[in-house]
């Protein structure tokens, strides 16, 4: 560079210092705070920022801590593993909810953030991840806005109108659970669609009912596995054994746990088991977590549907809700086998006893660590850990009849119920009293345990914690005691046991007590009991118990987390889209449509205000400033949909970067343009199968033959409440402006934006 060009760059940046300092002068700074501001703009693309985007810190806080859950979005995630500093330990997360608890939220903006996310968990349990991602793409398209000085009563405004039309105008890609069940029975779904192109199977294989007695046959031992159809109509025996393990068959676990003796190596019919030959695995990311190949997917979809036909000739007529879990499972194939298990049981139960086909209040989960992941399954009754202890006791009860009894509470001295209200009259000289040592302690533990021991009690279910002490005397007395059992678990023993559950054991008489439970240590499905270390796996059964548990396993610790999130995300899909009787089209297809209307409605040329919006504004001047920024307000809000749907893309590695997404979505965008109807045109993409589809993803491998459907109501709740906290956050930021700035405020046009002290 020559000194006359190095002189004129001094000049030039000179000039926009000298520029800068005039405009810090006529805002009324003081001449620190100039300072300060001319030292954090030294990039001089950024120096002459409006000095509105300084009063929204709230907003860029949002949009900092929904930056990290990105690659949450979609059906193939980027798992993220989060360390506990105190203990070294990682956990491997995909949800919304396990990030948001581990990141820090220490600022107003983040305690907002993570109160929007845990109601949109206890309500909802998904739909967080789209929440998150929305909240940081709003949170930056109204930032723009302000950088370009559009009011905030105008964002506010064309915003909420915005999301209202998208809402109304989305519902004609809704479609009742009765169609989406006729379609994928009649057409898209059959069981010879799930076949797979590697591994054919014959004629005389599962497809055909007579050839399903057991499942797994070749895998394990006929006397381990009995059918679901079997369990109600059985004797007690046929509880011992697990309903379905969703995984096996897969990899080389069928070579581990084959019966001794069998050197079979042929698939039989009706085996479910993959030949060697199909045993091929795609490695990803780590040895640990490896993508099922085509081929397993393919067969064990074959599988069930041959499982469920044993009922019916034909098989869609029963199991409509099989097929609905797999198109709302979005890629999640071991928590979908796992809930067409339980789907299978529970629509088994309702047509004998006429209750609702799916429960989730008869669903729990047990996470066992240390067994690979196929031993996943799911049993009837109730299956949980234990200590070493109680296991003992457990095998002096195995295979008798118990009396059982329900405790709706704590069984600790210090216990009472909500409402209890102390005498008045009476002083307490001791609250807790030490319950090893002192007569006190001593006579409560005596009383409470010649209770059981007068009413032959075996059994004890309670909802709450359980005294340490007393724990010890019932063990010591072959009395099996069950802490930390959740209310439904409580119903369901009471519903068949005839026991009904007390708050206290000084209120337990004989009509309390049920009978007919039984215990036993669990086996896992090749027959074996299992030991787990310091805690013991134990099962408790009823004969007809409406309580199914989905025993969730895998050898890798910080995966347990993440394994259960995924089924229960599951579940509740199911369990809403049949609430709401309705499901959105899948893949994009909804929010396709979102943007595609956001930026019609933008593009109409702007329309005079009228009087009904003049008084709802209570001023002429902010109807007048939100249709002059209407577009621009309405193109921030697509940005939102857009982003989300680009994302998406790259998290499936259909597009290499979002320049290449954006481009695919402008793609759709102008042909859904040129169609003349957007939703006609995207409704037709979606039946090809084609719509923002590529050649992978979780049903690549199936085509056309397999849709995939979202919530409707969790989707645009999630929807509303992302731009419910922007909006909050955007009007609630605030800075105290003092001196001549404020009465240049006070008479300018954006005197509405301010309060005045």
């Not at 903006?109 to 996310?117: S, V």
């Not at 409605?601 to 001023?619: D, G, I, T, Y």
Request: proline content about 4%.
């Amino acid at each position: 560079m020559s000194r006359k060009e190095g002189s004129q760059l001094d000049a030039h940046i000179a000039a926009i210092r000298g520029e800068f300092a005039n405009a810090s002068q006529v805002m009324g700074l003081e001449q620190e705070e100039r300072s300060d501001m001319h030292h954090r703009c030294c990039l001089l693309p950024m120096a002459f920022r409006d000095v509105n985007a300084r009063r929204h810190i709230g907003l860029q806080q949002l949009s900092s801590l929904a930056f990290a859950g990105r690659t949450l979005l979609g059906p193939m995630k980027s798992c993220k593993f989060i360390v506990d500093e105190s203990t070294n330990q990682s956990t491997l997360i995909c949800s919304a909810v396990r990030l948001i608890e581990s990141l820090d939220l220490s600022s107003a903006a983040g305690q907002l953030l993570n109160e929007t996310i845990q109601a949109q968990n206890k309500e909802f349990k998904t739909g967080m991840s789209t929440l998150l991602f929305l909240i940081g793409a709003w949170s930056n398209a109204i930032l723009e806005c302000l950088q370009q000085n559009v009011p905030v009563s105008a964002i506010v405004s064309v915003m909420s109108e915005g999301l209202n039309s998208c809402c109304e105008r989305v519902q004609c890609l809704q479609i009742s659970i009765h169609d989406v069940n006729k379609e994928l029975c009649s057409s898209s779904v059959r069981p010879n669609a799930f076949k797979s192109k590697t591994c054919q199977i014959g004629p005389d294989s599962l497809l055909n009912p007579q050839n399903f007695p057991y499942f797994q046959k070749d895998v394990l031992a006929p006397e381990e596995v009995i059918p679901i159809n079997s369990c109600s109509h059985q004797d007690d025996c046929n509880f011992n054994k697990c309903l379905v393990s969703p995984l096996a068959g897969f990899g080389s676990i069928a070579s581990l746990v084959k019966p001794a003796g069998d050197k079979s190596t042929s698939v039989s019919s009706g085996s479910g088991v993959i030949p060697s030959s199909c045993n091929k695995q795609k490695l990803t990311h780590s040895r640990y977590f490896s993508t099922l190949g085509k081929s397993h997917f393919s067969s064990q979809q074959g599988n069930f549907q041959g499982y469920l036909s044993g009922q019916s000739a034909d098989p869609c007529e029963c199991y409509g809700l099989g097929h609905l879990a797999v198109t709302l499972s979005h890629g999640n194939q071991a928590s979908m086998k796992l809930l067409q298990s339980i789907v299978a049981y529970q629509q088994e139960r309702a047509e004998g006893s006429g209750s609702s086909q799916f429960n989730i209040a008869e669903i729990v989960t047990c996470c066992l660590l240390g067994l690979p992941e196929s031993y996943s399954c799911v049993f009837p009754g109730l299956v949980t850990l234990v200590s070493p202890e109680q296991a003992t006791v457990i095998k002096y009860f195995e295979d008798k009849p118990l009396r059982i009894l329900l405790m709706d509470g704590d069984l600790t001295e210090q216990y009472r119920h909500l409402g209890f209200n102390r005498p008045c009259n009476v002083r307490t000289v001791l609250e807790h009293p030490s319950l090893q040592e002192g007569r006190a302690g001593d006579l409560w533990l005596s009383s409470m345990l010649d209770i059981l021991i007068s009413f032959e009690v075996n059994l004890v279910l309670v909802k709450g914690n359980v005294c340490e002490n007393l724990m010890e005397r019932c063990i010591a007395n072959s009395i099996l005691v069950i802490g930390s059992v959740t209310r439904d678990v409580l119903r369901a023993f009471g519903e068949v046991t005839s026991a009904q559950p007390v708050t206290y054991l000084t209120q337990v008489n004989a009509s309390c007590v049920g009978s007919g439970a039984q215990v036993e240590l669990w086996k896992a499905c090749d027959g074996r009991a299992m030991d787990l270390g310091e805690l013991v796996p134990v099962r408790i059964k009823v004969r007809g118990i409406p309580l199914l548990t989905a025993v969730l396993t895998t050898t890798v610790p910080s995966k347990m987390q993440l394994i259960e999130d995924r089924f229960w995300t599951l579940v509740y899909r199911l369990h809403h889209a049949l609430n709401d009787e309705k499901v959105f089209l899948g893949g994009g297809a909804v929010e396709l449509l979102c943007l595609s209307h956001i930026q019609m409605l933008a593009e109409q040329p702007l329309q005079p205000a009228n009087k009904n919006a003049v008084k709802e504004f209570h001023s002429p001047w902010l109807v007048a400033s939100a249709t002059e920024y209407k577009s621009v307000v309405l193109q921030a809000l697509a940005s939102g949909w857009k982003q989300y749907l680009s994302v998406v893309l790259c998290n499936t590695a259909k597009a290499a970067s979002e320049l290449e997404a954006c481009t695919s979505v402008d793609h759709h965008l102008k042909k859904a343009a040129d169609c003349g109807s957007p939703s006609a045109y995207i409704l037709k993409e979606f039946r090809r199968g084609d719509l923002l589809r590529g050649g992978s993803g979780p049903f690549a491998d199936h085509g056309d033959g397999l849709k995939v459907y979202d919530n409707v109501t969790a989707k645009t709740e999630a929807w509303r409440r992302a731009l419910d906290l922007v909006l909050l956050v955007l009007q609630t930021d605030a800075e105290i402006i003092t001196g001549p700035k404020r009465n240049q405020l006070l008479n300018s046009h954006v005197s509405s934006e301010f309060m005045f002290l």
